[in-house]
């Protein structure tokens, strides 16, 4: 890994919360940072330059759908998806295996990979670690994952299985990954069992890739059982390489994430909740759509920074959301991705003040919920 | 009229084309100009900052749907329309009376006024040319009309009547208008018929407005009918005040109506447009939906300066609008909307240049439809 652009630096540390940076071929991610997600190569509603003002560092695209539409061989043949989206920071790809297990028709998994049929058009398809990783490499992405199977976690018979199955599969990826402008990361499994999480936390770290996430979670189980399987695995995972929570999420979970050593999160929650007109705040949600606003003058937050807070009244979003006008989800999500992003460059400075916990709590006691 | 904060200055003529600006008390209107359409106080999926880096200098929101939603009494309760959707530049809003005769449910004109039903819950309304006058006060724009009827162009019996009533309502919205704020126009009617059209144009040009508009075209006519209709009505309105023609749109529309001496235009076209996956070019409509733009890598237009051509392929685009996402719609209204305000920015240098005809001759030759 000598010759590799991406590095892992561990700027500094406050109990298990970490600040670092890590260097890729499309520039330096700060950690802890949070991904908006960019499904179809689009941030819904966003433009890139919008994205860009948000100073967005990373974002994500699902190939699962990218695979489907408008094809991974397409976007190869347009250079890539930076090229093609016109986004030119890092960009992080799933390797598609949770989309086949939650979105498509129908699907079968066999010891070799995952049979399924498209959501779009119920043709059938079949992702192996291979193929997944083939895929990725077409997509061109920074950082790509490790293709597993995300079980329920309750299942302890089921998670042990599919477990040591995404662990052979894990090894099958590193072994198909060609690109050297590309990291690969590892996926820990094991739902909600302890003694599997350490398991597959030893087994992936043992492979040694740049970077490792945990999957799996915010599928159902407690913030407890969350917090907890986060505690387990992240005492096993190298301390030298960047660590991600899948698929997480609200303001809280990123506190609790970076406070048991997260460093990177994704989640569609502020666009998804922007197009259900509900703004997320750094004491909890407001559903704008309701008449009490209707002659607020108040911005989203007193204090929030972001393009709609600066330019936009509660009265004017409600009236947008009233009329149906698509501007509504556009300004939202700027308020909704502006909230987590500047949420994780505050928590990432109070690693360097070495004042996490106090700030942490201080946070948390917003929250009613 | 001396302490108005209106004033329309002349700067340059070629032939009957003019080059001009108009002042407004929140910032000049070079003529001429294109104002794209905000409905709602929205133009339809654009951030007010991207209407501003597209250099817009005036836009049109519609008073009937702002009067049924959020209602023009919130809006004045905002501060207004420029505040309650922040945008600090020139507005300009309709009567009411063009929708209330096009998407409310049913109708009842009598002398006094028009009384009909809400498109969007049944309810009945009553618009009078004093109450239209009295909620475009209350919207605040800086440039109001006269409440009209539009007829049937076709219909000489009708139009003959009709024009007469709207007559004396523009009296009545003239005696009712307070707010000096605001510059009221006037609007000719008239139809298809060239003696009615003189006529109107006679009658509103006494009344001295601070500016004069066209109605009731681009409704079903031929566009030779509209062409001699403006040549008839702008021979007969005074030079020294600005001349719209309503609802009017497309890239030859305003090559052809400056050429016979209008200075501003609307029209829902290019948003509306984008919605529909087309984009408008200076050589013709191209629909983005098509296969044959799958792995297209170039812009919408090779020569176009706008942010979706400077940054995004036709094979993007095509994604996005296959994959039903918002940006397409955001993307091509871009771009669309560039389009109208720099081809008028460009007819305006040709007035200054004394090269109209020329220049309008050789772009409307590029057009195959």
Redesign the interface.
């Known amino acids: 890994m000598s010759n590799t652009p991406f590095k892992f630096e561990l700027l500094a540390q406050d109990g298990d919360a970490r600040a670092g940076v890590f260097h890729t071929p499309h520039g330096d991610i700060p950690t802890p940072i949070f991904a908006p997600v960019g499904t179809?190569?689009?941030v819904?509603?966003?433009?890139?330059?919008?994205l860009q003002e948000l100073d967005a560092k990373l974002i994500l695209a699902n190939t699962y759908?990218l695979y489907l539409?408008?094809g991974d061989d397409?976007v190869a043949?347009?250079?890539g998806l930076h090229q093609?989206?016109?986004w030119n920071r890092p960009i992080l790809t799933d390797s598609g295996g949770f989309q086949v297990f939650s979105l498509s028709d129908t699907r079968k998994v066999d010891e070799d990979g995952v049979t399924f049929k498209s959501h779009i058009d119920g043709s059938t398809h079949r992702f192996t670690p291979e193929h997944s990783v083939q895929v990725q490499e077409n997509l061109g992405a920074d950082i790509i994952m490790c293709f597993d199977e995300c079980a329920d976690p309750y299942d302890p018979v089921y998670n042990q299985q599919s477990m040591a199955r995404t662990h052979r599969w894990a090894e099958r990826c590193q072994k198909a990954h060609q690109r050297q402008d590309q990291a690969l990361f590892g996926i820990v499994q094991g739902g909600v069992f302890p003694r599997l999480r350490a398991a597959s936390a030893e087994f992936i770290a043992s492979l040694d890739f740049p970077g490792n996430a945990i999957g799996g979670l915010s599928v159902g189980e407690t913030k407890t059982e969350m917090h907890a399987m986060i505690e387990i695995v992240n005492a096993i995972l190298p301390q030298d390489k960047p660590r991600y929570l899948m698929g997480v999420g609200t303001p809280q979970d990123l506190v609790n994430g970076v406070q048991r050593g997260i460093d990177i999160f994704d989640c569609v929650l502020p666009t998804r909740l922007a197009r259900h007109s509900t703004a997320m705040t750094d004491s909890g949600r407001i559903n704008l759509m309701n008449a009490q606003y209707?002659?607020d003058?108040r911005p989203i937050s007193d204090t929030c920074t972001c393009?709609t807070c600066q330019?936009?009244?509660r009265?004017?979003l409600?009236?947008?959301i009233?009329?149906r006008?698509?501007?509504s989800?556009?300004?939202i999500s700027i308020h909704n991705i502006h909230t987590l992003l500047e949420l994780a460059r505050k928590l990432r400075q109070a690693v360097f003040d070495q004042n996490y916990n106090a700030y942490a709590a201080q946070y948390l006691s917003n929250f009613e919920d």
């Open positions: 179809q190569a689009t819904k509603s966003l433009t890139q330059q919008q759908h539409r408008p397409l043949e347009m250079g093609f989206m016109d209707a002659r003058e393009y330019h936009h009244s009265a004017y409600r009236h947008l009233q009329a006008e698509m501007l989800g556009t300004l």
